[in-house]
């Protein structure tokens, strides 16, 4: 079924827990302080240090490293036993210009989308990840929204509209492709990021 966020205020998501010990821990978010602030630029350094969220939300996972615009590695720590449990997080809905696929040369504005991703999440950073329908890809990794702990800045969000990344509708995985596309369509008409001189 999909999930139209601008119908509800309201959604119940499971917590990514793989390796903890309450994997099917349940939590509400409102949706209404989770819209992240938009620094509409092309420069990745500058757009990630003017990006501010409406607030902090809590932290489920901790940066390891941002492998490129769309994954990151992080670790999950499961609050019972102390352990934690490092991942490999997909960013869902997105796609990002490829810089480290074997076989694919660098693509156009791919090492941009690679450090706006690593200036907004730095090593160390506290996140909060949020699964849809499906918990992993093909490849194994986990799929996840991700809001930075600090100041519920959306990441996936934040990449879409200030133009390092696509929107990627993945079925059954769609609850904020509007918000995406959106977000996707108005920096290709402002001609932000890799729609400003890369070619589609």
Known sequence: MR???KAVAWLSVVVLASGCSNPSMRVIVDRATTAPAIAVSSDASKAAAALTGPGPVEANA?????????????LLSDAASGADARETVRLIGIDTPETHRPGTPIQCFGPEASRFTAALLAPGTPIRLERDVEARDRYGRLLAYIFRASDGVFVNLALARNGFAHAYTFP?????????????????DEGLGLWSGCTP
């Open 3 to 5: 999930v139209r966020p």
């Open 62 to 74: 901790t940066i390891v490293r941002a492998v490129d615009g769309d994954t990151v590695h992080v």
């Open 172 to 188: 059954p995985n769609v609850a904020h492709t509007d918000e995406f596309v959106e977000a996707a369509g108005l920096a290709r």
